[in-house]
């Protein structure tokens, strides 16, 4: 598996008989099936989306923290609009049968082993030395902005450790 691919799992779902499903709002919104055709415009989507994310994570180097929330206001925004127009037109269905424990651990099984150990341990080491960074921020006084990164990079390490397990 590529990283596009991997991305692209982020917001679409395969489910054990192949469709593909796309769920923009969550649990209580709609679903929507996705066919090859349409499985293009979400190829291009995820490359600009994850671009544009990454930019503005840089945002602060420049304009400071303020600019990056403006950053992240208008991102979220764009992406609310561009889920939007990506189901429009989408044939709305029935979710898809919740996996069992055994696909669900076959599937993650398959991804960690697709995007291997060397990537993973790069992404573990880069989300452990931002989750220091984010108890360093608490230590030195912005404790809400800590907390919040330490929950995030630290559940992203976690998630890395448990994928690294997983590698065969």
């Known amino acids: 598996m590529k990283i596009g691919k991997f991305l692209e799992a982020t917001i679409l779902y395969t489910a054990p008989d192949g469709r593909v499903y796309f769920r923009p709002w969550g649990r209580k919104g709609s679903c929507y099936l996705v066919g090859t055709v349409d499985r293009k415009k979400f190829t291009w989507f995820v490359r ?3 671009t544009l994310f990454f930019i503005i994570t840089l945002l602060p180097l420049v304009g400071g923290l303020q600019a990056l929330y403006i950053g992240l206001g ?6 609310y609009v561009a889920f939007w127009f990506l189901s429009r037109g989408l044939p709305i269905v029935d979710p898809p049968a919740t996996p069992t424990p055994e696909q669900r651990e076959a599937a993650l099984s398959n991804l960690s082993s697709s995007l291997g150990k060397p990537f993973l341990w790069i992404l573990l080491s880069l989300s452990v030395l931002m989750a220091f960074g984010a108890a360093a921020t608490i230590i030195f006084g912005n404790v809400i902005l800590g907390i919040i990164g330490l929950l995030l990079f630290g559940g992203s390490s976690m998630l890395f450790w448990g ?6």
């Not at 208008?74 to 992406?79: E, G, K, S």
Request: hydrophobic share 60%.
């Open 74 to 79: 208008v991102w979220t925004l764009i992406f």
């Open 48 to 50: 600009v989306y994850y």
């Open 163 to 168: 994928l690294l397990k997983k590698v065969k």
